[in-house]
């Protein structure tokens, strides 16, 4: 079953503008990260948020986590064309318990 | 390292077949995962092992659908017999310390069942 979910489903935007895609939960979660997927590829690991962090950087990401409204968000600024793929978020509720990934917004960068 | 590596690429077989698709973990990581990925459900996990060992099978579909992991580097799943239900790509991953932690994704088999 789907955990998170993200919103919009989809996003199209000019190169240099941000792209802001957001993602929520139903239960309490140990981590959420977020993943990136180019067309035809296997998902590639941006960033990871404990639920004790409320935010992270990673270069022209900004991974926020709101553990009050199960939400987090992801922020990417300065789009490039080349940031064109699908972003899935994914939580756990820690143990043995399985990564649960959303299904997904798709960004298009136009250059 | 070479990262998760998964064969076939790509597979096209009839109705009945019987499919393998093989994964070769990164070396170090003790945690295996199988998941599927639909345009209807998105990525679905099917199974996932710890250290060699089974930890749920839950998300696999059918009796139809079986993984088994040799040893700690290599896992295979199997479809027998292969439906036109079954068109997916199929994703292996894994990591070193189960899902609390960076999970690593191969390139994916692209499964078609006509």
């Known amino acids: 079953s789907q955990q998170g979910e993200e919103d919009p489903q989809a996003l199209s935007i000019q190169e240099g503008e941000n792209a802001t895609m957001n993602c929520s939960y139903k239960?309490?979660?140990?981590?959420l990260q977020w993943y990136r997927q180019n067309s035809g590829r296997g998902l590639v690991h941006l960033i990871l948020?404990?639920?004790?962090?409320r935010e992270k950087h990673s270069g022209r990401l900004r991974v926020t986590l709101d553990t009050s409204k199960k939400s987090s968000s992801l922020l990417i600024t300065a789009s490039r064309a080349a940031d064109t793929a699908s972003y899935f978020c994914?939580?756990?509720?820690?143990?043995?318990?399985?990564?649960?990934f959303g299904k997904g917004t798709r960004l298009s960068v136009i250059a | 390292d070479a990262g998760v590596i998964q064969s076939p690429r790509h597979e096209v077989t009839e109705m009945g077949q019987e499919v393998t698709l093989r994964c070769k973990l990164i070396?170090?990581?003790?945690?295996l995962f199988w998941y599927r990925q639909t345009m209807m459900r998105g990525l679905e996990l099917l199974i996932y092992?710890?250290?060699?060992?089974?930890?749920?099978d839950s998300g696999m579909p059918e009796d139809r659908f079986s993984a088994k992991m040799p040893n700690a580097s290599f896992s295979t799943l199997k479809i027998q017999p292969s439906e036109p239900r079954d068109s997916a790509v199929y994703f292996c991953?894994?990591?070193?310390?189960?899902?609390?932690?960076?999970?690593?994704f191969g390139e994916g088999s692209w499964l078609t069942v006509v």
């Open positions: 991953a894994s990591s070193e310390r189960g899902f609390g932690n960076t999970i690593y």
């Open positions: 239960t309490s979660i140990n981590n």
């Open positions: 994914a939580t756990d509720e820690g143990g043995n318990t399985p990564l649960v």
């Open positions: 092992f710890n250290n060699n060992v089974p930890i749920d």
């Open positions: 070396s170090g990581h003790n945690s």
């Open positions: 948020i404990r639920s004790n962090e």
